[in-house]
């Protein structure tokens, strides 16, 4: 059943989506340019009712919040009141690596003030998440520790053979290919299936499956797993503290009129 299930992903991961997939079928309509100009229009939208006081923070914590409940997450309520930093660069960014043991995913954590279960359910976003071929192809697919032609071990062994033949085969041109970082079918709903997949060894990326590899935080996956409501009930008070971090407030920062960009 597990091999029938990731087959479906890989079919639709590889053969069915693609840049531009709308491109023709709508009449002479650009799709993307659409959705790209109503979610502008909004922007523009609000500041015209609201000048000079909504900042893009705020909007991109409302917008997560919306998306959620839209997911079928729980809906919950938000603090607002965030400026924007006058400073925003690439280099600045620390993101958790794809290939984190869970001790560094917890600390990483750790340091912005999160407790290690904070840091598993934060994973569970995962539950919507998608990542590329390139980023499991040689960690965990056909070069694990270094080792051509190894497969991580700690991937169910139907799963790996169904991402090395349909999905991620071993050629440079399926880097780019899709994998949805929880199954097809639950890819677009926010609910506890990432988990489950992590008990049955199917985490996608290293920093994923790492979560159950390591006893300090299994027992947080099991508990996840094994209670749907749980999930959805404390999923959103972890986003909620995250979003509480290093906030500027006050007359910190600007409130920006266009968000890609500084006053």
Do not use: H, M, W
């Given at each position: 059943m597990a091999a029938v299930a990731m087959l479906s992903l890989a079919t639709a991961g590889s053969a069915q989506l693609q840049q531009g997939f709308y491109k023709g079928k709508c009449n002479g309509t650009d799709v993307e340019a659409v959705v790209r100009g109503i979610v502008k229009s909004w922007f523009a939208e609000l500041e015209r009712?609201?000048?000079?006081?909504?900042?893009?923070?705020?909007?991109?914590?409302?917008?997560?919040?919306?998306?959620?409940?839209?997911?079928?997450?729980?809906?919950?309520?938000?603090r607002t009141g965030r400026r924007d930093r006058r400073r925003s660069l690439a280099y600045d960014v620390r993101l958790p690596a794809p290939d984190y043991t869970a001790a560094q995913t917890t600390a990483y954590y750790g340091r912005l003030g999160l407790s290690a279960f904070d840091a598993v359910l934060l994973l569970g976003a995962h539950t919507v998440g998608a990542t590329r071929c390139s980023a499991i192809k040689s960690s965990r697919l056909y070069a694990y520790g270094g080792r051509p032609g190894a497969t991580d071990p700690g991937?169910?062994?139907?799963?790996?053979?169904?991402?090395?033949r349909y999905v991620c085969p071993n050629v440079a041109s399926s880097d780019g290919n899709v994998v949805f970082l929880d199954d097809q079918w639950s890819a677009l709903r926010v609910d506890n299936h990432y988990y489950r997949n992590l008990q049955l060894r199917r985490g996608v990326l290293p920093c994923d499956q790492n979560l159950y590899k390591d006893g300090s935080t299994r027992w947080i996956v099991d508990l996840l797993a094994n209670d749907a409501g749980l999930f959805t009930s404390l999923?959103?008070?972890?986003?909620?503290?995250?979003?509480?971090?290093?906030?500027?407030?006050?007359?910190?920062?600007?409130?920006?009129?266009?968000?890609?960009?500084?006053?």
């Open positions: 009712r609201c000048p000079g006081v909504v900042s893009c923070s705020d909007i991109q914590i409302l917008a997560t919040r919306d998306a959620v409940a839209l997911g079928g997450g729980a809906a919950y309520p938000v991937v169910d062994p139907a799963t790996a053979s169904v991402y090395k999923f959103p008070q972890a986003l909620v503290k995250l979003s509480e971090v290093n906030v500027l407030t006050g007359t910190q920062g600007e409130i920006r009129k266009v968000c890609n960009r500084f006053n």
